[in-house]
């Protein structure tokens, strides 16, 4: 954890000194962390001299900042028009009634974050699905459990490794990729 | 580092060979350049792999000095890609993946021999097109704001200044005068592309205007509109121009500084600012003392956190100081009271990327292009039921029908059209009757929708539109930053309205109900989310009546898009009794045998989930 404030810290440094940066410090402190507990918002209050409120009404009213963990493989539906027209809302219900999400978005074990998202403008591969940082086009409701397979068997693959490396540096277990 | 127009001039001829190849002006050249777009779209279908697989494999084979692999910006035919155009020639494939590479290298570009199975096919004729500019798509084009996409590598910013970038900074700066450039602009007739249509030169007139000892100058890059990525492939494609542009618009109102506020979805255009930023302070055409003139200019990124809001001129100054994007009331306009309350010009993507074409082509050469009162070219985004999904620039006064059918191709599985969105959510869904009015602002606004900054949604026989009209006003009651009650509450009221409709439980009052809460919301908002967030229901109200009266009514969806209203059937001359479809039922309401006689839905049970209907093999599922 503290090496993730020492991080933190660094990250204030390079952009505290100009005016109007604390959306891209929350930014970073999201990258950082993985999401922005309480904690993390008071301690970039102080850092920067913002009083909590405001930051706290900063990062709510943002919809890329998020306040709770979020599970390994962020799975984003694009839920753009062009997507929606070709049929993007059925493939967000099949994602997560396979993944069995009725009022949460991240699965119980963690792997998995089911979200709509707003337009990534690859409106000419409608309907688009992001998982993590790869762009998927032209999927189909038929896909839609062939993906999770992959990126389950990749999890798998993960945690045999794990099984023979036991410390595993803990900054890439909650990364989460600016833009989701 | 670049000191004077000579300067520029010296890095222009050393890379102008490669223009002139890519131009075909020298054709018999033993070069060649072989062009891979890296835009979003062609980058999601793969293009990132092939150009490494390229390189792989012609890196040590005899062909290394002479072929050179470019990275450039988006050609527009998103639905092909990943594309590839091979100079000289502009030999077009299409669909390229990273197998394909032995052949191109073995055939093409080591015997000049064409592979055409990998040509572009015109749909009608079944034509195969050698070359770009042979394919309608391309030719009936008329590209100024995207000039540069698919011409040069955005990352080289040598290879902008190769094709005048930068020149007409260095004229602006040593010769002419702020009043000659806000003249010129005004005569071109420009208007600003973001969707408002406000004319450019008056907003320049108008912060060079004001007092002030500091001013900013900002872009607004972000380009919310679902469905619209005009913005996003200008930075992608050709990030010095918009450089250009501001700091042509610092020099001209008094500024010393200026920002990109960009949404931090477009992380491509993100990086490729950052580095165009990065090479022009390298080579001193941002910063200090810019080619020798004393004039100094500075521009910085913000990216935007994912609020639709924020592409209202004041929501988005907000924002690029870090705070919560809300706006507020205006005058005074941003010209007066702008970034930390100082004078700040504020144009979209698009509209500086018009800049240094107009200054160094001339305000009469843009004038003679588009309407009568909207001059120019206009980029527009193609998405939706359309063959030809991507991105055209065609000149102002173009119909919708020529952009959609000619153009676009026309709507794909032979289904007829019903509307086009132009807009967004602050537009209107334009039907069949209106597909010969001219593109311009006053002419769509006159029928109920609006330019916005071009994104075009085609929605054909299996779109609902009552279904689109809850789909956008979700979409503004969501993005609503709760400011002020009218937007706040008025979307919400309404979107409960649509959705009773939907649902089957609407009454006619609700229609009426409907437009009146529409008036108000429009009328009273704060700002331009709220005043045109009614535009969509209003516009589907207006053209698609019967629609609305059906779910009213009948209680049915003609489209059958609308859950709530919809019947899954088995067809039972389909079935093979798999049993995949009962397996798959949440509800056990799928009753049947396996091996045995065709399974049927018990409509009682059935929670209209469709999973059925993926799983089913034989497609023998319905809903209607």
């Known amino acids: ?180 | 580092m670049i000191n004077s127009l000579k300067d520029l001039q010296k890095i222009r001829k050393e890379y102008l060979p490669d223009i002139e190849l890519r131009q075909n002006k020298d054709i018999k050249s033993q070069q060649i350049n072989i062009m891979v777009c890296t835009g979003t779209g062609c980058s999601s279908s793969g293009s990132k792999s092939m150009i490494d697989g390229l390189e792989k494999a012609l890196a040590g084979s005899k062909l290394d000095t002479r072929v050179k692999v470019v990275k450039t910006g988006c050609f527009g035919f998103c639905k092909l890609g990943p594309i590839m155009v091979v100079h000289p020639g502009s030999i077009f494939y299409c669909n390229v993946s990273e197998s394909d590479i032995p052949e191109l290298v073995e055939k093409h570009f080591a015997r000049g021999k064409i592979v055409e199975r990998l040509q572009y096919e015109e749909p009608d004729t079944g034509e195969k097109k050698k070359s770009l500019d042979e394919i309608y798509f391309f030719n009936s084009q008329k590209r100024v704001a995207l000039r540069h996409c698919g011409l040069i590598n955005p990352e080289d910013i040598n290879e902008y200044i190769a094709t005048g970038g930068y020149f007409t900074l260095g004229k602006c700066l040593s010769r002419e005068k702020s009043e000659e450039i806000i003249d010129s602009i005004k005569k071109s007739g420009l208007r600003g592309r973001g969707g408002g249509g406000f004319p450019v030169g008056l907003k320049w007139e108008a912060a060079r205007l004001s007092e002030g000892p500091e001013k900013y100058v900002v872009c607004n890059a972000d380009e919310g509109d679902p469905g619209a990525f005009m913005d996003r492939s200008i930075l992608e494609g050709d990030p010095h121009s918009v450089l250009e542009a501001m700091t042509i618009a610092g020099y001209t109102i008094g500024a010393s500084e200026g920002y990109i506020y960009v949404r931090a979805e477009y992380p491509i255009a993100v990086d490729r600012l950052e580095n165009a930023i990065a090479q022009a302070r390298a080579y001193g055409l941002l910063g200090e003392n810019i080619l020798g003139t004393g004039f100094g200019f500075n521009i910085d990124l913000r990216l935007g956190a994912g609020a639709f809001v924020c592409g209202e001129e004041t929501a988005l100054l907000k924002s690029a100081m870090g705070l919560r994007g809300e706006p507020r009331p205006r005058p005074p306009y941003p010209a007066q009271c702008g970034l930390w309350d100082k004078p700040t010009l504020l144009n979209n993507v698009e509209t500086f990327a018009n800049i240094p074409e107009i200054l160094s082509r001339g305000h009469a050469w843009f004038h003679s292009i588009g309407t009568e009162n909207s001059k120019g070219t206009k980029v527009f985004s193609l998405a939706g039921k359309i063959v030809n999904t991507g991105l055209i620039e065609v000149p102002m006064g173009t119909t919708l029908r020529q952009i959609i059918f000619d153009i676009g191709g026309g709507i794909p599985g032979g289904k007829n059209f019903k509307a086009v969105q132009t807009g967004g959510p602050s537009g209107g869904c334009i039907p069949e009757q209106y597909l010969d009015t001219p593109v311009d602002y006053d002419s769509l606004k006159s029928i109920g929708s609006m330019m916005g900054s071009g994104g075009l949604i085609v929605m054909d026989e299996g779109d609902c539109m009552v279904d689109i009209a809850k789909f956008y006003l979700q979409f503004s009651q969501d993005e609503s930053c709760g400011k002020c009650t009218p937007c706040r509450v008025g979307t919400k009221r309404m979107l409960e309205i649509l959705e009773r409709i939907t649902e089957g439980k609407g009454e006619m009052a609700d229609l009426y109900e409907l437009e009146d809460l529409s008036r108000e919301v429009m009328d009273a908002s704060l700002c331009g989310l709220g005043q045109t967030a009614p535009n969509p229901v209003l516009s589907t109200i207006k053209y698609f009546r019967n629609e609305y009266e059906a779910h009213i009514n009948d209680k049915e969806c003609p489209a059958g898009v609308c859950r709530e209203l919809l019947n899954y059937s088995v067809d039972q001359d389909k079935c093979i009794s798999c049993g995949l479809c009962a397996k798959a039922c949440v509800a056990e309401a799928i009753i049947g045998e396996k091996k045995g006689r065709p399974y049927f839905i018990d409509r009682q049970k059935c929670l209209k989930c469709g999973a059925c209907e993926t799983k089913c093999p034989k497609e023998a599922i319905y809903a209607q």
Not at chain 1, 92 to 98: A, N
């Open chain 1, 1 to 180: 954890m503290d090496q993730k404030y020492r991080l933190l810290d660094q990250v204030i440094g390079r952009f505290n000194s100009r005016e109007g940066q604390l959306i891209r410090i929350l930014q970073e402190a999201q990258n950082i962390f993985g999401y922005l507990p309480e904690e993390v918002q008071t301690y970039i209050a102080g850092k920067t001299d913002i009083p909590v409120s405001e930051v706290n009404g900063v990062v709510t009213f943002y919809s890329l900042f998020h306040t709770e963990p979020r599970g390994k493989h962020g799975i984003n539906v694009c839920m753009g028009t062009a997507c929606y027209v070709q049929g993007a809302r059925n493939i967000l219900d099949d994602f997560r009634r396979d993944l069995n999400l009725k009022d949460q978005d991240t699965t119980d074990d963690g792997i998995f974050t089911v979200k709509n998202t707003r337009c990534i403008g690859a409106c000419g591969l409608a309907p688009v699905i992001t998982v993590d940082d790869e762009v998927h086009g032209r999927v189909s409701r038929k896909e839609v459990s062939k993906i999770l397979r992959k990126y389950r068997k990749l999890e798998e693959a993960a945690e045999r490794v794990d099984d023979q490396q036991p410390e595993r540096p803990a900054e890439n277990q909650e990364r989460v990729p600016a833009g989701h």
